[in-house]
């Protein structure tokens, strides 16, 4: 996979006006803060062409609030969550917008909510930041109800990730994990769930993110013999680690985490060492969206992104589902598309699938108030009180240096297997 060049500096700050948008027409500003650069580039990157590419599906359709175009002024957090505050202060403070769109990573994500859109009533919907500390800050009441996500949570993840290690025979694993609010958080659902499943954890690491080396990690790593790694990364660092594993000779038998699903990351370290590497994915059920996304993603982007790219198809659910809540409250207004969010998305409403022919259908029947269900690239998404939601998760494994999936494993089972554990 390659990925565009994006400008240096502490913001990337580059409104994006869509196709056929002249300066005078009518406009409706959508902020956007994503890991453009640092560890979590690659993601945000992908993750920034699936919001144009739905922004401008939306507006082909006829756009927002008697025709008004959707654009999103993108900023770049660097991975760094005082960048990522800084860049969404300036978009709520100075341009006013009444969405922001980010971050990709929860250790970014959760400052820009707690200190930025939080208190300033603004909606936050995120594509990639699935720490559990998200559903908790909302069952305290500080969000307001302005914080969606439509990634799953890592506490149901972790235990995805646990049975899916458990079948495959690793029931001796080191963990090696980014020493930030998404890693922590991974092992603690992690370690409960691989503990009373049977499993053994022989060694707990963190790192820090930009090491020059993890040489002192993966020795204490390799110490009391696992039968493979737990590897809890982005696909910068990840690299660095895969590679010291094997080079200090650590059995080549690795279970990752969804972010791990790399192109780069596989030809980086080598396929040839990846063909016993496991990791867990939020799954999608397929759908007319799924098809769309699939076969146009890559056109869009001019074959410089995988439309697989995770975060890429959640980031497309994420805007277009801010789109269509915005033609529907009829208000630039973020209370007004706060109460509109889950409303495109009624369980009663007609189905409504990505792409212009289907927005163009979706504007109707808003127009003629009638209900719609837009079902997504993901599939049929519904958020709970918190935000949050849920649905199955991927299995998958790197053969040849190719992900394919080996299995799926439904919400119904990761919620039987949650009740065992109480």
């Known amino acids: 996979m390659h990925f565009r060049k994006i400008l240096s500096g502490s913001v990337f ?13 009518c406009t409706v500003e959508i902020g956007s803060v994503l890991s453009l650069t ?54 709520v403070d100075l341009k006013k917008v009444p969405v922001i769109i980010g971050a990709i990573i929860s250790s ?8 930025v859109t939080g208190p300033s009533k603004v909606v936050q919907i995120s594509p990639a930041a699935s720490s559990p500390s998200f559903t908790e800050v909302a069952r305290k009441g500080d969000t307001g109800g302005y914080w969606f996500r439509t990634i799953t949570s890592d506490a149901l993840q972790g235990v995805a990730a646990a049975k899916y290690a458990m079948d495959l025979g690793l029931d001796s694993l080191a963990v090696i994990h980014v020493n930030n609010d998404f890693g922590v958080n991974m092992l603690r659902e992690f370690q409960k769930s691989y503990a009373a499943l049977g499993g053994k954890i022989t060694s707990v690491t963190p790192y ?7 040489q002192a990690e993966v020795t204490a790593g390799l110490e009391g013999d696992p039968k493979g790694l737990y590897l809890i990364a982005y696909p910068g660092d990840g690299t660095t680690v895969a590679r010291t ?9 690795f279970l990752l985490n969804d972010g791990m699903n790399s192109a780069e990351f596989i030809k980086d370290v080598g396929p040839q060492y ?39 198809d959640r980031a497309y659910d994420a805007a277009a589902i801010i789109g269509l809540a915005i033609a529907k409250a009829k208000s630039k207004e973020a209370m007004a598309i706060r109460d ?17 022919e289907g927005f163009k259908k979706a504007l109707a029947l808003i127009a003629e108030g009638k209900p719609i269900r837009y079902v997504g690239v ?13 649905g199955p998760f991927r299995e998958w494994q790197i053969k040849d240096g190719v992900v394919v999936t080996t299995g799926e494993i439904s919400a119904a089972e990761i919620d039987k297997l949650k009740a065992g554990m109480k």
């Open 13 to 25: 700050a580059a409104a994006v006006l869509l196709p056929g948008l002249a300066a005078a027409e």
């Open 208 to 214: 820090n993110a930009s090491q020059a080396s993890y």
């Open 274 to 312: 990846l063909n016993e590497a496991y990791g867990t994915s939020s799954g999608t059920t397929k759908t007319a969206s799924t098809e769309y996304f699939s076969t146009h993603y890559d056109a869009f982007t001019e074959n410089k992104f995988d439309w697989q790219a995770p975060a890429a």
């Open 340 to 356: 509109s969010i889950r409303a495109v998305l009624d369980p009663k409403g007609e189905e409504i699938h990505a792409g212009p």
């Open 108 to 115: 970014d994500s959760m400052p820009i909510l707690t200190t």
């Open 378 to 390: 993901i599939g049929p998404v519904a958020f709970d009180e918190y935000g949050d939601i849920t």
């Open 38 to 91: 640092g560890p979590a580039g690659p993601f945000g990157q992908a993750a920034s062409k699936s919001i144009e590419m739905a922004f401008r599906d939306i507006n082909d359709a006829g756009g927002v609030i008697d025709g008004c175009k959707l654009t999103v002024d993108f900023r770049d957090s660097q991975t760094q969550g005082t960048v990522a505050v800084d860049g969404a202060r300036q978009l």
């Open 245 to 253: 594993w094997i080079s200090q000779g650590g059995p080549a038998k």
